[in-house]
């Protein structure tokens, strides 16, 4: 069975910061990877999607890292602002339809 | 740019009651989902509907759940007698059938079972 697992939980970093969240997954057979952004008591918001051929993605700020065979991705924010505070999310789709979550990273950028 | 839409934002029931859930997919989008967050919890996939027909669903998607696209527009979660643990989140979510096959999600309706 798949397992998504995010690193770390909670991340609180000063502004203007590079960072790095962390996901893996257990059984490398997926389809694509989507990050998303979720903020309190709201819906998701797509960040950026690796297709499983793919190695990495790009979007302003943000670069999604895939890496199938040891089951890793990484998202990497640089140079953070407070607006980036919410929880990152991420999730691999399985035969094109069943999609898994991790618990995801709950971040904080301090102004 | 076009989005997904969910009715309502917010919903609150008595144990035992049915619910609807409503949702708009992207109109030329072609796959449509259900998925579930209970409060504190992660995002849990439910079913998947693709040409008028269940394609997938989760052990979660028992009797109690039904789905339905009754026209051309809507696509609709109903919980026939809606439990306690039944209360969360749910979020609608659809894709197109070339490019990426991104999935967008909708803003979610907020269920509470009383």
């Known amino acids: 069975k798949q397992e998504v697992t995010q690193i770390p939980a909670a991340l609180s970093v000063p502004e203007g910061e590079n960072l790095v969240l962390n996901c893996s997954f257990t059984?490398?057979?997926?389809?694509?990877l989507q990050w998303f952004r979720q903020d309190p008591g709201k819906g998701l918001t797509s960040l950026l999607l690796?297709?499983?051929?793919?190695r990495e993605q790009t979007s302003g700020r943000l670069n999604a890292s895939l890496d199938k065979s040891s089951g890793r991705s990484t998202l990497y924010i640089a140079a953070s602002q407070p607006g980036d505070s919410a929880t990152y999310l991420c999730?691999?789709?399985?035969?094109?339809?069943?999609?898994?979550f991790g618990a995801g990273t709950r971040l904080t950028v301090k102004p | 740019e076009p989005e997904v839409t969910q009715t309502p934002s917010h919903q609150v029931t008595q144990m035992g009651q049915e619910v609807i859930l409503r949702c708009v997919p992207i109109?030329?989008?072609?796959?449509f989902y259900w998925y579930r967050q209970i409060l504190g919890q992660k995002v849990e996939f439910l079913v998947s509907?693709?040409?008028?027909?269940?394609?997938?669903k989760s052990e979660i998607f028992d009797d109690q759940f039904s789905v339905e696209r009754p026209d051309g527009s809507n696509f609709t979660l109903k919980i026939r007698s809606t439990k306690l643990e039944d209360s969360a989140m749910y979020f609608c979510?659809?894709?197109?059938?070339?490019?990426?096959?991104?999935?967008?999600f909708g803003p979610g309706t907020r269920l509470t079972v009383l």
């Open positions: 979510a659809s894709r197109g059938t070339s490019g990426s096959n991104e999935q967008f």
């Open positions: 059984d490398s057979a997926i389809y694509n």
């Open positions: 690796i297709q499983s051929s793919q």
């Open positions: 999730a691999v789709c399985l035969n094109n339809n069943d999609m898994r």
């Open positions: 109109s030329n989008h072609l796959y």
């Open positions: 509907f693709y040409n008028n027909e269940i394609s997938e």
